[in-house]
């Protein structure tokens, strides 16, 4: 019950909260940066000898030095290597219920390296099922089914089913023909599900519909939404969340915001011209672990902050990838020459035929190319040429 109280608490917090301006939005911010930091000098030993609640003070992790410190950036002191084989006995079970010290573990996906492990108490996973949902559901009064298509469930994905709003898992590892059954037979009102999952289910199961559907878990491709919109009669959204939280949602408008309510962003520029930036994250309400100046791997490109849904929440234009899915050359007046992936991914798709590719960049700067159809490869080879 009182997690059910929790979510319900939550989601009214979250659904009704709306921030007139700027420097409304950034006032909250520090408030509970001040909050955040104080607390975590106190209780995270990693941060024992930080001199002050200054955000500044406080080290800039990576995931490899994130999980090098695993034991020190989680309040009850528990070992990567305890959860991790908690977590990863689970997922041989396809249990995913993985409990330690009464904390709930996850992993990661792992395609940006190493996987990461994620612990959440009863009390954080009420809390995100309520934000999650004020943000996601298009009505608070329609009843709604919701389908996750994952790699993992677990009791975050479990915390709200029941009532008007009824959850449904589907597992990643099922083939494709079982996918699409199981969502048949579920009828959800909302979809979401990694984009080549979407473009899957669009092309073969036409009685799927739909109200909302929204891309996870990967980068949303131009070409993919194009055919997913055309398959379900309906945009897609995207939702932006990793292990280190929910960072953010496409409004009514198709407009990506990053969740600058629930995550404090520091903009690390790779380059001046297009403003294309790696986030540092800071966590304004996790308590479990300490997600404080978290460089994630993703690089995004900014769009306007003018969306017509009248947020004052930064806009993403696109999720362009990860950081190592830049390109880099050695530029004919010296220095340096990146190219951006969302760049390279126009260029490849742009080539008659081409379906799906792997692009992989040697030691010595050269590029090997794999296509599908293979009998797309001459056309792919040669628009790369071009680049």
Not at 261 to 270: F, N, Q, S, Y
């Amino acid at each position: 019950m009182a997690d059910r109280l929790r979510t319900l608490a939550a989601l009214l917090g979250t659904r009704w909260r709306r921030f007139g301006s700027r420097e409304a939005l950034e006032r909250h911010q520090r408030r509970r940066l001040r909050a955040v930091l104080e607390r975590a000098r106190r209780v995270f030993p990693y941060y024992a000898a930080v001199a002050s609640d200054d955000l500044a003070a406080f080290p800039v992790l990576d995931k490899a030095s994130w999980l090098a410190g695993f034991d020190r950036l989680n309040d009850h002191g528990l070992t990567l290597d305890e959860c991790l084989d908690a977590a990863r006995a689970a997922e041989q079970r396809r249990s995913f219920d993985a409990e330690v010290a009464g904390l709930s573990v996850g992993l990661s996906s792992g395609t940006s390296g190493r996987q990461g492990v994620f612990l959440t108490a009863p009390a954080e996973r009420a809390r995100w099922a309520g934000v999650m949902l004020a943000k996601a559901l298009p009505s608070l009064t329609e009843p709604a089914r919701v389908a996750l298509v994952l790699r993992s469930g677990g009791p975050l994905y479990d915390s709200v089913d029941g009532g008007r709003i009824s959850f449904r898992y589907v597992d990643l590892a099922l083939p494709p023909d079982a996918i699409a059954q199981r969502l048949r037979d579920f009828a959800p009102t909302i979809l979401a599900a990694p984009p080549q999952v979407l473009d899957d289910l669009a092309a073969r199961s036409p009685r799927l519909a739909p109200a909302v559907v929204y891309s996870i878990a990967d980068v949303l491709d131009d070409e993919v939404a194009v055919r997913v919109e055309a398959g379900f009669g309906v945009p897609v959204r995207q939702l932006y969340q990793a292990t280190e939280g929910f960072l953010g949602i496409s409004c009514a408008h198709g407009t990506l915001h990053l969740n600058e309510d629930l995550v404090h962003v520091e903009r690390e520029v790779i380059d001046e011209v297009s403003g294309r930036f790696t986030p540092v994250i800071t966590d304004l309400y996790r308590r479990s672990q300490a997600i404080i100046r978290y460089r994630l791997g993703d690089v995004l490109l900014p769009g306007r902050d003018d969306c017509p849904c009248g947020s004052v929440l930064a806009t993403v234009a696109r999720i362009e990838g990860r950081a190592d899915d830049v390109l880099r050359f050695t530029a004919t007046a010296g220095g340096e020459q990146p190219l951006f992936a969302d760049f390279v991914r126009a260029v490849v798709l742009g080539a008659p035929v081409v379906e799906d590719f792997r692009l992989v960049q040697r030691p010595d700067q050269s590029l090997r190319l794999a296509v599908r159809p293979q009998r797309a490869q001459a056309s792919a080879h040669l628009a790369l040429q071009g680049l």
